[in-house]
């Protein structure tokens, strides 16, 4: 696609009500990434390559959440949702630079890939007027079905408005088109709303590039590729595929996992070399795991860093802003949160780590629990390295461990505690001598008198 210029249209403003949801439709997740993210992220990147979003007018989150993927994207509004070629025009100012192609892609199209948008491309560049991404639904009910003629797409009927003859064509619209961007802004133009809908459907540029003499072709691909999300269900149909591709991904990059079909990942997940996972392991978004890191079974992670050969689980659960070093360790039902835990410490058993920072190679006890909140605001605990933490502390913050300290089993700590010195902060032991037989004496006698 040498040298064309490129101006890709996503549309985002629709209500999407079959949700049956407060958020808009295009914001909800698949793999941890909103519909409008996949989108945005396969549209053309680079020289010559530009970005407009249309949002709905009371939709200022999707506006932000286009701003966020693609800082650079323009945003229109389309004050009043008139139909997919209305929303269209709401970027008309962008379509008038004059871009060598027009691509115009639905965010409620999550799996498409960019190599599909440059497929779909390619034909402008041999001279056609307007090139079609088609596929072969197993059920094409509600999908604009592609009318075909002599070799050529001759029309889209919408499922409104189709016969029962066109209902049963299974070629159908996929949502992504690709125009000259020299007659786009004509043709566009001509769009009227003459059907039973009253809405201005896109899919009429059909028949108006033919009259303008110019050849409209059908690029075909698979269904997974181009499912349309209207309804939870096809939410969760999307995001089967999307799991798959990302397991086979991970597979193929070298990551072993003994059920794959029991890990869920997230898209932006990544993986260094020899990395394990066991199964029912779930990924948030923002997670790196290094080189050798194995993650037994049953954890949970979210926007978190895995050091080399750090180990995890099984039954963690590593919340965003953790970060292991290398070697790290955490068990068994261990919750961490904004932690930052240097090489070779361990984390192994029942403990809670919050806001904390916690020194390479320290030993953390079973049941230790660093108390970061007292109902108004968060503190900090700092542990020193090589610091051994006894079983079931409470280390109340803020509060700083030295290195090399110690803290005695089941200290209730408060003050900070200097390199090198134990503290102990609970209540003394005492023993007194054959107190227990004389209990048992005592109890068993008074019961003999009662009889
Ligand atoms: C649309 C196509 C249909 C195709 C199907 C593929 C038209 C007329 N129909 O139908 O041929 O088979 O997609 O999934 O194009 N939108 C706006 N503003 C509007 C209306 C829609 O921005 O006024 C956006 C929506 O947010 C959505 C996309 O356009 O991302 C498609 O709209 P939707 O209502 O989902 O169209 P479908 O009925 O699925
Ligand atoms: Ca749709």
């Not at 389309?78 to 025009?89: D, I, N, P, S």
């Not at 390479?360 to 230790?368: D, F, L, M, V, Y």
């Not at 970061?372 to 280390?395: E, R």
Request: net charge neutral; hydrophobic share 45%; glycine share 12%.
């Amino acid at each position: 696609m040498t040298g064309r210029t490129t101006l890709t249209i996503v549309l985002a403003a629709g209500e999407g009500t079959r949700m049956r949801s407060s958020m808009p439709k295009v914001l909800h997740p698949v793999a941890g990434q909103s519909l409008l993210a996949h989108v945005l992220g396969a549209a053309a990147h680079g020289d010559g390559a530009a970005l407009a979003v249309v949002v709905g007018p009371d939709h200022q989150t999707v506006a932000d959440e286009a701003r966020r993927v693609r800082p650079e994207a323009g945003v229109y509004v389309q004050a009043e949702r008139l139909g997919t070629a209305h929303a269209v025009m709401a970027a008309r100012e962008a379509v008038a630079e004059g871009y060598d192609d027009l691509l115009v892609a639905f965010g409620d199209t999550p799996l498409i890939s960019a190599e599909t948008f440059a497929r779909l491309r390619a034909p402008l560049a041999a001279g056609a007027g307007l090139a079609v991404l088609g596929f072969r639904a197993a059920d094409p009910t509600g999908y604009g079905r592609l009318l075909v003629e002599g070799g050529q797409l001759s029309a889209i009927r919408e499922q409104a408005d189709a016969s029962a003859a066109e209902q049963a064509i299974t070629l159908c619209n996929a949502g992504v088109m690709a125009f000259d961007g020299r007659i786009a802004l004509k043709v566009l133009e001509q769009i009227g709303n003459a059907n039973s809908k009253g809405e201005y459907y896109l899919t009429d540029a059909v028949g108006i590039v033919h009259a303008l003499g110019r050849d409209v072709v059908v690029i075909e691909t698979g269904e997974d590729e181009v499912r349309g999300i209207n309804t939870k269900a096809q939410l969760a149909q999307a995001e089967q595929v999307m799991q798959a591709r990302l397991r086979q991904a991970a597979l193929d990059a070298g990551v072993t996992m003994i059920a794959p079909e029991t890990v869920f990942l997230a898209a932006d997940t990544t993986f260094g070399k020899d990395v394990t996972i066991e199964p029912n392991v779930v990924f948030g978004a923002g997670v790196s795991v290094g080189d050798g890191a194995v993650i037994h079974a049953f954890s949970h992670i979210e926007k978190a860093a895995i050091g080399a050969r750090a180990s995890v689980g099984p039954f963690a659960r590593l919340r965003p802003g953790t970060s292991l070093g290398d070697g790290a360790r955490i068990g068994n039902f261990v919750e961490t949160k904004a932690a930052m835990i240097e090489a070779g410490a361990k984390v192994n058993h029942l403990t809670y780590i919050g806001d904390a920072h916690i020194g390479a190679h320290a030993n953390i006890g079973a049941g230790t629990i660093t108390c970061n909140y007292d109902g108004f605001d968060k503190h900090k605990t700092i542990i020193g390295k090589g610091a051994f933490v006894g079983s079931n502390s409470s280390l109340v913050a803020p509060v700083k461990i030295g290195d090399g300290a110690y803290i005695g089993s089941g200290s209730v700590i408060t003050k900070d505690v200097a390199d090198n010195a134990l503290a102990i902060g609970r209540g003394q032991q005492t023993a007194r001598e054959n107190w227990a037989t004389r209990f048992r004496d005592a109890k068993a006698a008074a019961k003999a008198a009662r009889k």
